[in-house]
Each structure stands twice: as C-alpha cells, then as structure tokens.
C-alpha cells in the first residue's frame, strides 16, 4: 500500500472513493449543496408563517430540520464544540451570499455580483477547512478585514481564478480546496 505523502494525496484518495461516477461531484459536496438548501427551506418556512399568519408554514419546520440534521451527520459524523453549529452557519451564510450575488449580478451589477460570488466560495472553503481539521480552531482569531476596493481587485478569469496570488487564510483554504476537492473532472 501506498504511503499518503500530504493531505492533498488524502483527500485526492478519499474524493475518488466516494464517487459513483468520476464525472459527478462527490457525494459530500453535492450534501453541501443539499444541505445550503435545506437551510434556506427552513428560513422560509418561518418567514412564510410570519408573514402569512399561517402556522402550517412553522410546523413543517421540524421536519425539515430533522432532515438537515441527519444529513448533516453524513458529512460531519464527528465535531468538537460549537464546529456542528459554526458548519451549519458557515453553509447558510455561503449559500445566501450566493443568492443575493445572482440577484446583483441580475440587476446588471456584476462586479457586486462577484465580491459576493467570492466571499460565498471562500465561506465554503472555510467549512471545509473546519471540517477536514485543516484548521486549528484554537488559533482562530478576529482579523481586521482588509479587502481591496472592486476597482482594485483581480479580475477573475473564465475558470474564476484570478491574476493575484491567494494569500491569507481565506486564500490558502480556498487554494486548497480547488486543487484537492475539486468537485468536476476537467
């Protein structure tokens, strides 16, 4: 048996094992996807009950919830404190930062559009970052937010990569996660 030289030959292992057809993305980002709405399904349930006055919308919260919440174990079996809430915050918050990208990016405002797109991905990378222990939670700490103006950003490129080297946290996760968990076969 091979010895796993670093975490990219791990996770390259672990991707190709679960994949049902290497065309497909892996079963774990596709849940992601899953889950990000399922997330939204409850927030509307409860915004649609407390706009409508219906409780129906609330009561089918519970089983929505349940749901997530068993899903959520098929990509987070095991967690230390608050990684569980802090995942299910971090697909959420990725998830609606896509939503309101589209919503820019439809209203004709794409570079908006894609300052949002961005920040999603790196919330993304963030959560699998957390998950798959590349982060150390005990070193995490509050940074002052340091991002460029829109008219001094990278462009992206048609691939989405950028001119610019990824640096920081943010930066690393997010390079990590686009050679390593790649979600499609070029």
Wanted: with cysteine; aromatic share 8%.
């Amino acid at each position: 048996m091979k010895k796993i030289e670093n975490v990219k030959d791990y996770v390259e292992k672990i991707d190709q094992a679960k994949k049902l057809n290497p065309k497909d993305l892996s079963s774990d980002q596709d849940l992601t996807v899953a889950l990000m709405n399922l997330i939204s399904i409850e927030e509307h349930l409860v915004f649609s009950g407390a706009k409508t006055g219906k409780t129906h919308f609330y009561d089918l919260v519970q089983d929505i919830r349940e749901l997530r919440k068993n899903l959520m174990q098929k990509v987070i079996p095991a967690y230390e404190g608050e990684v569980w809430c802090i995942s299910k915050h971090l697909l959420a918050s990725a998830e609606r930062l896509m939503e309101v990208g589209t919503k820019q990016q439809s209203l004709g405002h794409k570079e908006e559009a894609y300052t949002l797109f961005n920040q999603s991905y790196e919330l993304y990378c963030l959560f699998w970052g957390l998950n798959m222990n590349l982060i150390d939670t005990q070193d995490v700490k509050w940074i002052e937010d340091k991002t460029l103006p829109a008219s001094e950003r990278p462009t992206p490129t048609a691939k989405g990569e950028t001119a610019a080297e990824e640096t920081g946290a943010f930066g690393k996760l997010k390079s990590f996660v686009r050679k390593a968990v790649d979600c499609c076969i070029e």
